[in-house]
């Protein structure tokens, strides 16, 4: 049996997790075996925003991210805690996650007006670089 392989969940190598984040979450990272994301947020309320749209998506999923969380960000960390790897399952969240809290309404034509100010959506073009920068 293939050691990455445990109680029927694949556990991705370094190199198959850097190349699935760049074709499929450009923004996350790993570090010390987990996928990463950092959220850079307006202030407390966007952060418990950010909290609150992962643990709800977390809980559906039946899933446990670790999250460091502080006044103006949350860094989101996932691997499937029962392997000790990250799988298939990780990405799928992640992949939830940065739908849900990077859905910002005016970008895509919708009618609501989204939150001013948020740093999420690019109020400061250096969001980016905020992001790169904390890696």
Not at 10 to 31: A, C, D, S
């Amino acid at each position: 049996m293939d050691w990455r392989v445990h109680e029927n969940e694949y556990i991705h190598t370094g190199e198959e997790i850097g190349q699935r984040l760049r074709n499929e979450l450009p923004h996350w990272y790993i570090k010390n075996g987990w996928i990463q994301r950092k959220y850079n947020t307006s202030g407390w309320n966007g952060t418990l925003l950010v909290i609150n749209t992962v643990a709800r998506l977390a809980e559906t999923a039946l899933h446990d991210p670790d999250l460091t969380a502080s006044y103006s960000f949350v860094i989101v960390m996932l691997k499937t805690h029962s392997v000790k790897g990250v799988t298939d399952k990780d990405f799928e969240l992640a992949r939830k996650i940065e739908e849900a809290v990077m859905w910002h309404p005016v970008e895509q034509g919708a009618i609501s007006e989204g939150t001013p100010g948020d740093l999420r959506f690019g109020a400061s073009s250096t969001q980016d670089n905020l992001l790169s920068a904390t890696k």
